[in-house]
């Protein structure tokens, strides 16, 4: 059951990502982050209050750290999947698993304990060898500069998944740290708003605006999902099952915006995918009973 609440929860994130691709035809990247920060400021805050969450933290300067490097990550997300392939956006951003694995092994070899980190190395290896293949022949070379924004955005989500690890670990709830997050989210959109062009709602057209609350429930109800998948604990198969989303974006991809990705492309999104997942195997070892990835 908790491996279904996992995959409900990357069907969720991957429906997201449809809504900022639609919506990323009228809006900016930072309104897009603003507009889902806000939502998801009031869809946490409910359900704060329901649970009888506070909002008082012992650690704010954790939560602060925590949603500087989760926003610049989602913002890099969401302008990959603007200017990418949906399958390619996501698969990128899903790199996250395997940059973990690379902190592991630098941090071992830093510490001279590398002797035991060579599968560990394999699945990095790999994982960046699968970058290349899904990258070359899939994106326009104007497309290069997003391809490595969304490369970047995986870097950021391993760093931001490593901080809600400790954060875990500090006693901090889940819902508070997903509603902290949320509030940086609202922050840091609205001031990139201010030093780039706002669209004004003449020229937004009401397919992308419909959009507009969606993404932000939908990102709650992933996170929620999310939390109930790990409610008795991040066992392996619950870990692996959120590559699922890859799936879910791949047939929202070329059923919803026919986007064309060749073979080799393809090759490369499986091999992310099985690196991804060894990854998760093995880093299990050294850092058991951690979150996914959040979007």
């Given at each position: 059951m908790q491996a279904l609440w996992m995959i409900l929860a990357s069907f969720w994130f991957a429906t997201m990502a449809v809504g900022i691709k639609f919506a990323s035809n009228s809006f900016t990247t930072f309104e897009l982050v603003f507009y889902r920060g806000v939502v998801s400021v009031v869809f946490m805050a409910i359900v704060m209050r329901g649970r009888g969450t506070a909002l008082r933290t012992p650690v704010p300067m954790m939560h602060l750290w925590r949603s500087g490097i989760g926003v610049v990550s989602l913002g890099s997300w969401f302008f990959?999947?603007?200017?990418?392939?949906?399958?390619?956006?996501?698969?990128?951003?899903?790199?996250?698993?395997?940059?973990?694995?690379?902190?592991?092994?630098?941090?071992?070899?830093?510490y001279g304990k590398a002797e035991r980190q060579g599968p560990l190395l394999g699945t990095v290896l790999m994982g960046f060898a699968g970058v290349v293949m899904t990258l070359r022949p899939t994106i326009d070379q104007d497309q290069l500069f997003a391809g490595v924004v969304g490369l970047l955005s995986g870097l950021g989500a391993a760093l931001a998944y490593m901080q809600v690890t400790a954060l875990g670990k500090a006693g901090e709830p889940e819902d508070r740290t997903v509603f902290y997050f949320s509030v940086?989210?609202?922050?840091?959109?609205a001031a990139g708003m201010l030093f780039t062009n706002i669209t004004p709602w003449a020229a937004v057209r009401w397919q992308d605006a419909a959009w507009v609350i969606p993404i932000g429930i939908l990102a709650s109800l992933g996170q929620w999902c999310m939390t109930r998948a790990y409610s008795k604990g991040a066992t392996l198969v619950v870990a692996s099952m959120q590559y699922s989303g890859i799936v879910f974006s791949v047939a929202y991809g070329l059923v919803l915006f026919g986007d064309h990705i060749a073979p080799m492309g393809w090759a490369g999104i499986g091999v992310i995918v099985v690196s991804g997942i060894l990854a998760t195997i093995l880093r299990s070892r050294v850092l058991p009973n951690t979150p996914a990835e959040e979007h």
């Open positions: 990959a999947i603007a200017h990418l392939p949906l399958a390619t956006a996501m698969t990128l951003n899903y790199m996250s698993g395997v940059w973990v694995a690379a902190f592991i092994v630098g941090g071992a070899l830093l940086g989210t609202a922050i840091v959109g």
